[in-house]
């Protein structure tokens, strides 16, 4: 059992830390990476399902055999999909065990597509806190530097500064 908590403890954060992050902990954590995510492999039915709810149809994300025809060989995700997936990868940091009445998001800086990604693929995010700024009274814009991998290619899918607005 004592193996176990020290196991736990290893990170950044201690044991007792990973139920309530507090604003001083931000603070700590600024500069570094705070979360690399567990791998989500990346299906056509996903892609499929974004298409539907967005109304982006384009061939090169729903038509399989036209898609294995062209350059790319297969379809891809959409862009904005990998993006709306930044806030269920970092769900599995520590900043979303911060005690907190509200947090949202507050804008996208600096966003870049670099690579598709594949059905098949497996992505990840590592998370990087690169500001902290206050704006007001218990009132903090949060910068989080954001590169979605995909396993096995040494260019990420992409980059993305991602703003949150927290307030305690």
């Known amino acids: 059992m004592a193996e176990e908590t020290k196991e736990s403890t290893s990170n950044n954060i201690s044991s007792a830390e990973e139920k309530t992050v507090k604003p001083r902990h931000l603070k700590k954590m600024l500069g570094q990476e705070f979360c690399v ?26 038509d399989v055999e036209r898609a294995a025809r062209s350059p790319l060989r297969s379809t891809i995700a959409h862009g904005f999909l990998l993006l709306s ?44 806190l690169r500001e902290i700024r206050r704006r007001g009274f218990r009132r903090w814009l949060v910068r989080i530097e954001n590169t979605l991998e995909i396993e096995g290619t040494p260019k990420p899918a992409l980059v993305a500064d991602l703003l949150v607005f927290v307030i305690f």
């Open 85 to 128: 997936l930044l806030p269920y990868f970092l769900s599995q940091s520590p900043l979303a065990r911060i005690k907190v009445k509200m947090v949202f998001n507050y804008g996208l800086d600096r966003i870049r597509f670099i690579q598709p990604v594949k059905p098949g693929d497996r992505i990840r995010n590592r998370a990087v």
């Open 37 to 62: 995510s567990d791998w989500l492999t990346m299906t056509q039915e996903r892609i499929n399902a974004f298409a539907d709810c967005t109304e982006d149809r384009q061939w090169i994300h729903v």
